[in-house]
């Protein structure tokens, strides 16, 4: 199955941008990209997911890459409830065995 | 429209003792999934299941039972916990391509001692 590499942690400003970035060197050609976010003892939160053009929606932005090995989350303008940490995952053309992996925890400084 | 409901929240078990956690989601999803979180830690497959009378293992299922015998409810099967289950459980449900987002519920806080 198909992993993801992300950075442990990363710090922001208060509405200053974020790239989140998250490397998946070994994605298939059906792998779909996900982003999750898990704030302080909640469930995961779904983010914004692509296939392999970018993608806009009204939380983030999504950029992947041409080759499709890496791609970058994009928050336009942090806030302090965006800390939390961020999950990049990959699926398969059929939701199952939807990994997480460690994900980046985004801290948000005012 | 509920969307994923967990119960119950929060529950200490003995060590030995079996217990069934919750899961029903209202969305008609044919995906659903548990996974269990330790502290400081991402989230782990225990099982999954693609429909009504169809499961399958994740990453970490050893301890654990599972069976669908209806799309809407997806209940978790401790048989005889041990204290190394203690960990928060996390129920989620989807449709079943990866072209579409995952639902998740609240948590169901595990203790065993």
């Known amino acids: 199955d198909a992993k993801t590499t992300q950075p442990n942690s990363m710090e922001s400003n208060e509405e200053e941008p974020v790239h989140l970035p998250c490397n998946h060197s070994?994605?298939?050609?059906?792998?779909?990209i996900h982003w999750y976010r898990q704030l302080p003892s909640q469930g995961p939160e779904y983010v914004i997911h692509g296939l392999t053009s970018n993608v806009n929606n009204r939380m983030a932005s999504l950029a992947i890459a041409e080759d499709r090995k890496s791609s970058t989350l994009i928050l336009h303008r942090a806030t302090l409830r965006d800390a939390a940490v961020y999950y990049c995952?990959?699926?398969?053309?059929?939701?199952?065995?939807?990994?997480f992996g460690s994900g980046t925890k985004l801290n948000v400084k005012p | 429209n509920a969307g994923v409901t967990q119960t119950p929240k929060f529950q200490v078990l003995k060590t030995g003792q079996s217990m069934t956690l919750q899961c029903a989601q209202d969305?008609?999803?044919?995906?659903m999934s548990w996974y269990r979180q330790d502290p400081g830690m991402g989230l782990r497959l225990i099982h999954y299941s693609v429909g009504a009378g169809i499961t399958d293992q994740g990453e970490v299922p050893n301890g654990y039972n599972v069976s669908r015998s209806t799309t809407e409810d997806f209940p978790l099967r401790l048989l005889s916990a041990a204290p190394s289950q203690t960990s928060v459980y996390f129920c989620?449900?989807?449709?079943?391509?990866?072209?579409?987002?995952?639902?998740f519920g609240q948590g169901t806080r595990l203790t065993v001692v």
């Open positions: 969305m008609n999803h044919e995906y």
């Open positions: 989620a449900s989807s449709y079943v391509v990866g072209d579409t987002e995952a639902f």
């Open positions: 070994t994605i298939s050609g059906t792998d779909y």
């Open positions: 995952i990959l699926s398969g053309y059929n939701f199952n065995k939807f990994y």
